[in-house]
């Protein structure tokens, strides 16, 4: 079993639709949490951190549920701009950093 | 905020050569380092951890002998990937953490590195 996984995807919506990513983490030590988003042949960008209480920024909100191991990530209103790959990262417990393969959402006019 | 600058942003060298990368913290002290290496169309692959002033932990599969990482400072860390071959043709990106960052992982820039 990989340490990360996540929604396998690819993810086809249409503007103005909500979608929603999982990933699962197989640690359960890890300490911090965060999504980050991809566009093509560029680097990772933070997107948003995720914390126990949940958070929200904007039409993003992220949740994590320690009990059952996994982090989500919930997108409001699509625009075509959200189209990229959503990765989630999980950090254990001796600092170590573990992606999970990326989730690619396409946002569709 | 914080910023991790990563240079060269594109290589091409001939099979059998070196090649450095290096990864800088502009604004605040990496005291960990993580280098990455990405083939089109797949996930990030972390392929080693690097804290300030210690030897680099490389992931399995991954030869330390053949990807040299030093972390001499808080502010720099470089890759080098020596004898590159063609397999080596990848995307490299570094990351890093400390203080200063706010508890949170910046990226470089990436460096797509092309082997002939």
């Known amino acids: 079993r990989k340490e990360v996984e996540q929604d396998p995807g690819p993810f086809n919506v249409p503007e103005g639709a909500t979608v929603a990513f999982n990933c699962t983490y197989s640690n359960s030590a890890s300490q911090s949490f965060f999504w980050y988003r991809q566009d093509c042949r560029k680097e990772p960008k933070l997107l948003m951190s995720?914390?126990?209480s949940g958070n929200e920024d904007g039409r993003f909100t992220a949740q994590l549920n320690r009990a059952s191991q996994y982090i989500s990530l919930l997108i409001r209103d699509s625009k075509l701009s959200d189209s990229a790959t959503y990765l989630c990262v999980v950090i254990g417990n001796n600092n170590d950093m573990r992606f999970g393969a990326g989730t690619r959402l396409t946002v569709k006019p | 905020g914080a910023v991790v600058s990563q240079h060269p942003s594109w290589v091409i060298c001939k099979s059998g050569t070196s090649v450095k990368i290096e990864c800088r913290s502009l604004?605040?002290?990496?005291?960990?380092m993580f280098w990455y290496r990405q083939f089109p169309k797949q996930s990030l692959m972390l392929m080693a951890t690097?804290?300030?002033?210690?030897?680099?932990?490389?992931e399995q599969g991954v030869e330390k002998d053949k990807f040299l990482i030093n972390h001499a400072s808080l502010t720099l860390s470089t890759l080098t990937v020596t004898s590159a071959h063609p397999e080596d043709s990848s995307f490299y990106i570094c990351?890093?953490?400390?203080?200063?960052?706010?508890?949170?992982?910046?990226f470089g820039e990436g460096s797509w590195l092309t082997v002939v």
């Open positions: 990351s890093a953490s400390g203080l200063g960052s706010g508890n949170t992982i910046y």
């Open positions: 995720v914390y126990s």
């Open positions: 604004d605040f002290q990496a005291t960990t």
């Open positions: 690097s804290n300030e002033g210690s030897k680099a932990t490389y």
